[in-house]
């Protein structure tokens, strides 16, 4: 079966809203495109600082990233709140020699944290890594050492340091360690 927009959850996030957590479409496009160049003009803690992308560039992403997950190398899943993209959850599979290793990546869009939904769309996002990528069974994750929300919160679901890149970022004219974090799952 197609994973194309298939829901995975469907609850209510701490506002009563409508919260839902599903495999991206096409028709995402535009969504997916004002996310990102959103999260990257807030210059927060991911690797665009504050490029933009134009529309072709995120069609091809979106094109490569609904193929892997038909190819089960990946998974992406998007939350929306009342049909607004809030979030997006990623494991992306290697390959040759570290194959069973999935690069791991979470973003909530800044007027949605602190509710609880990185949080659930991590526990959810492995779930369904667990279930669809066979041969997974290492999480890695990158995250930048002054981003301490973030280190907690993968701390807590069991992820564990195994090493950093000294200055490994720079960053809003700061060098900061590189953190790299793990799960055996
Ligand atoms: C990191 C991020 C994904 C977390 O998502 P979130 O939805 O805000 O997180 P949650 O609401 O699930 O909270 C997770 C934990 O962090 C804590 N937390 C969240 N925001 C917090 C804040 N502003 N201050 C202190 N603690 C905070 C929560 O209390 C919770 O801890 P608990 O489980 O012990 O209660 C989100 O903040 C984000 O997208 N930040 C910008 C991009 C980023 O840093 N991505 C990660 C790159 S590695």
Do not use: C, W
Request: glycine residues 10%; neutral net charge.
């Amino acid at each position: 079966m197609s994973m194309k927009g298939k829901a995975i959850y469907k609850g209510k996030s701490k506002t009563s809203q409508d919260l839902i957590l599903r495999y991206p479409r096409e028709e995402d496009l535009d969504d997916l495109l004002g996310y990102i160049n959103t999260l990257s003009a807030e210059q927060t803690f991911i690797r665009f600082q504050g490029e933009q992308l134009i529309h072709e560039e995120e069609k091809e992403y979106l094109e490569k990233i609904l193929l892997r997950i038909k190819e089960k190398k990946d998974i992406h899943i998007l939350a929306f709140v009342e049909d607004q993209l809030v979030g997006k959850g990623d494991i992306r599979l290697r390959d040759k020699i570290d194959a069973h290793v999935g690069d791991f990546g979470l973003t909530i869009a800044k007027d949605y944290r602190g509710q609880g939904i990185g949080s659930l769309l991590l526990e959810k996002t492995i779930n369904e890594a667990k279930k669809n990528l066979s041969g997974l069974k290492i999480i890695s994750l990158g995250v930048f050492g002054d981003n301490g929300i973030a280190i907690q919160l993968y701390q807590k679901h069991g992820f564990v340091e195994y090493g950093r890149l000294p200055k490994g970022v720079f960053r809003q004219g700061q060098f900061v360690d590189h953190i790299y974090m793990y799960k055996e799952i």
